[in-house]
């Protein structure tokens, strides 16, 4: 009888254990690379070359597109929840409404419904498409895992949560921390063309405000801002100019993907101030350094460690199994 009851116990314990795995496993394959190889085995080509097709015509899709995966990723997880048309949804927000490359994603859609239909989600549309925008822009390509399904909810003022240009650096690694993100991913996601300032371009209205009258001292400008670099962007953005012109987020560079950002922090001529705080920050000053490679520090490679920041960013939140849906179009909820 002692013995029955032993392996009666002994069974449970067992079961539960393997109850345990399996759902660990289930829960942590959440996504994997060449999850359409066998429903969608073109899937990733055929994003690639509508990526490459409207790149030709508009190079502005590339950092449209990466801003697109980072602000998608931080509302409601990687689930292009940002891609939906309606009144008080994501897309209408202040930080999403002027991005191109909308047009991209809802191309590449098209093309996978008429390969595979209600196979491909447009979360891993977005998610690929970012690293085929990298690649354009000369930079390293890397793996991307797929397998996310679609938000169902987005509402604009979901976007609030979004890191803004005048953010101080605590309240940004406050708000990576809580995305699963540290210290590290904050200065190479920011920096990178997710954040979309080593490559694309920003508006005169969210920064010129750093150019008059910041001060009462001096030349009026944020004095972060190197004093030789202020008549050059005061002669770009007039103080009663038009708000809404287009500047070169990194100067010199602006086309390009590499770690000239990090030159220019330095130099004192980041754009944003928030990306300036980066450099005058001493929470992220010294990751800054590491990417520019100074002497007696470990230096970081810039576009490695983009990689694998943009892995662990792709898979915030994502929606998996029988959560969300795999929409017909982009734009509209099934």
Not at 188 to 208: E, K, M, Y
Not at 264 to 270: A, F, P, Q, T, V
């Amino acid at each position: 009888m002692e013995s029955r009851h032993c392996f009666h116990k002994t069974f449970i314990r067992v079961f539960l254990l393997l109850l345990g795995l399996v759902a660990t496993v289930v829960h942590g394959q959440e996504t994997k690379v060449g999850f359409y190889l066998t429903t969608c085995p073109k899937a990733e080509s055929i994003v690639k070359s509508t990526v490459e097709a409207h790149f030709k015509t508009n190079p502005r899709i590339a950092p449209g597109i990466l801003r697109m995966h980072f602000h998608d990723c931080f509302v409601q997880g990687c689930d292009g929840s940002i891609l939906i048309d309606g009144t008080n949804t994501e897309k209408t927000a202040g930080p999403n409404s002027g991005i191109p490359g909308y047009n991209v994603i809802d191309d590449a859609k098209k093309q996978l419904e008429a390969a595979c239909p209600r196979v491909v989600s447009c979360a891993d549309i977005v998610a690929l498409a970012a690293r085929d925008s990298v690649v354009l822009t000369k930079g390293i390509s890397w793996q991307v895992p797929t397998g996310r399904r679609d938000g169902r909810v987005s509402l604009s003022s979901d976007t609030n949560n979004l890191p803004g240009f005048t953010e101080s650096i605590d309240s940004q690694i406050k708000k990576f921390a809580a995305k699963g993100l540290n210290t590290q991913d904050l200065v190479t996601l920011v920096a990178s063309p997710t954040g979309g300032h080593t490559i694309g371009t920003t508006a005169c209205q969210f920064f010129r405000y750093r150019l008059y009258n910041f001060t009462t001292t001096g030349t009026g400008a944020d004095p972060s801002i190197d004093p030789a670099f202020v008549p050059q962007l005061r002669a770009l953005c007039p103080q009663n100019g038009d708000a809404a012109k287009r500047v070169d987020l990194d100067t010199g560079s602006a086309s390009n993907f590499d770690s000239t950002f990090f030159t220019n922090l330095r130099n004192g001529r980041g754009i944003l101030e928030s990306d300036q705080k980066l450099w005058t920050d001493p929470s992220t000053k010294a990751l800054v350094q590491r990417y520019l490679g100074v002497r007696g520090l470990q230096s970081l490679n810039f576009n490695v460690e983009f990689g694998k920041s943009m892995v662990k960013m792709s898979n915030i939140g994502v929606k998996t199994g029988t959560q969300g849906e795999i929409r017909r179009v982009c734009t509209a909820i099934n």
